[in-house]
Every structure is written in C-alpha cells, then in structure tokens.
T-cell receptor
Framework: EADIYQTPRYLVIGTGKKITLECSQT?????MYWYQQDPGMELHLIHY???????EKGDLSSESTVSRIRTEHFPLTLESARPSHTSQYLC?????????????FGPGTRLTVT | QQQVKQSPQSLIVQKGGISIINCAYE??????FPWYQQFPGKGPALLIA?????SEKKEGRFTISFNKSAKQFSLHIMDSQPGDSATYFC?????????????FGTGTRLTVIP
C-alpha cells in the first residue's frame, strides 16, 4: 500500500469558490505529480515537481496552480472553481533519478463544481 | 496528440479466459513501458513493466509482450478472474532523462464475468 494521501476524497463546491486539494507522501520521494482523470478514464498530467521549490506544467493546460514548499506536501489550488473543473484529481509521487520509476498514486479527489 | 494509443476501450471476458489489451507508440525514445491497474475509487497501481531490451516479461498470470520493431506492446491476463475486473492503463516513459514523466494510454475497462 502506497503511503500517499489526498484530502478531501470528495468535494462539492459552488462556482467561484477557491479550493485547495491536499496531497502528502511519506516515502521521501522528490518527484510529485498531479493528474486530471476524465470521467471516461483518461489520465492527463497537469503539474509536476522535481523537488522543493520546483513546479512545472504538464501536458494538459490547467487553470490550477501548485506549490512545493516541503518535500512531502504538494497542494493544488483553484482560485475560482468553475463547472469545467469538475473531474477526478490524482496525486502521485516517485523517486527522481534513482533506479525505480514506479509512480505511486493517491486515492484521488473527486471534485464537483456546481 | 496521444503519445500512446490503447485498445480496446472496454473488454468483457469469461472467467478463465485470456484478456488481451494492446498499445502502440511512435516515440522511439521511450524505454520504459509499465502497465497500471486501477480499481474503482482507487488510484492506479503498477502491475508490471518492461524495458525494450526484452520481448516478454511474465509475472504470475500477467504477461507483457513487446515488439520493438512494430512499436507495440500488449498485456495478456491468463485465466482471467472476476477480481481482475478493473481499468488497465499502458504507459511509456523515457528513463534516461530521469524525468520519469509517464505518457498514459486512454485505458481499458476490463470486466470478467463468472
């Protein structure tokens, strides 16, 4: 069982609200990721980080922002939620530059914006 | 542009049968090909992975077949069980850069009927 946690698991929120999705890992991994998963399953990388103070945009453009102040913590923020942000958000982590390239995923946050 | 193409989108197999999921890629720089398994309400988890220097890798009932010249790889699940019912994602990555960003296929929803 991977030691990566996401809160909340489910969130229903109104349009225009600011939200932060939390992600924490206890494996000491340098690299962390955020994916957006469509209802139809497909995973899209929206943000990643190589380590503290590093953030990069992924393949899918997103209005969200991320920060990496601590190795174990990689929160995602939406300043003003819209119905188009309704999706499942998955956080993951992995070693960086080591021998293992496995990404460990959290259970996800299912976000619904009304 | 989808870096990794996956088919079929859904698959129904009788218990005891063989499940086969196929993936194709274009980027010859890819050198790591994992398969992830995702159960409802959970994040994806690594199932099995292969590097392009081998043509086949087997772990229990799960086998990856890899055809470098055709730029294709597939997952075979032997003696499929109802507990194998899940969504399966193929992926590809370029290990040598150390970046470890995974490009996922679109997913296959497998249902194994008793």
């Amino acid at each position: 069982e991977a030691d990566i946690y996401q809160t909340p698991r489910y969130l229903v929120i109104g349009t225009g609200k600011k939200i932060t999705l939390e992600c924490s890992q206890t494996m000491g991994h340098d690299k962390m990721y955020w994916y957006q998963q469509d209802p139809g399953m497909e995973l899209h990388l929206i943000h990643y980080s190589y380590g503290v103070n590093s953030t990069e945009k992924g393949d899918l453009s997103s209005e969200s922002t991320v920060s990496r102040i601590r190795t174990e913590h990689f929160p995602l923020t939406l300043e003003s939620a819209r119905p188009s942000h309704t999706s499942q958000y998955l956080c993951a982590s992995s070693e960086y530059g080591g021998m293992s390239y496995e990404q460990y995923f959290g259970p996800g946050t299912r976000l619904t914006v009304t | 542009q989808q870096q990794v193409k996956q088919s079929p989108q859904s698959l129904i197999v009788q218990k005891g049968g063989i499940s086969i999921i196929n993936c194709a890629y274009e980027n010859t720089a890819f050198d790591y090909f994992p398969w992830y398994q995702q159960f409802p309400g959970k994040g994806p988890a690594l199932l099995i992975a292969i590097r392009p220097d081998v043509s086949e890798k087997k772990e229990g009932r799960f086998t990856i077949s890899f055809n470098k010249s055709a730029k294709q790889f597939s997952l075979h699940i032997m003696d499929s069980q109802p507990g194998d019912s899940a969504t399966y994602f193929c992926a590809a990555s370029i290990r040598e850069t150390g970046a470890n960003n995974l490009f996922f296929g679109t997913g296959t929803r497998l249902t194994v009927i008793p």
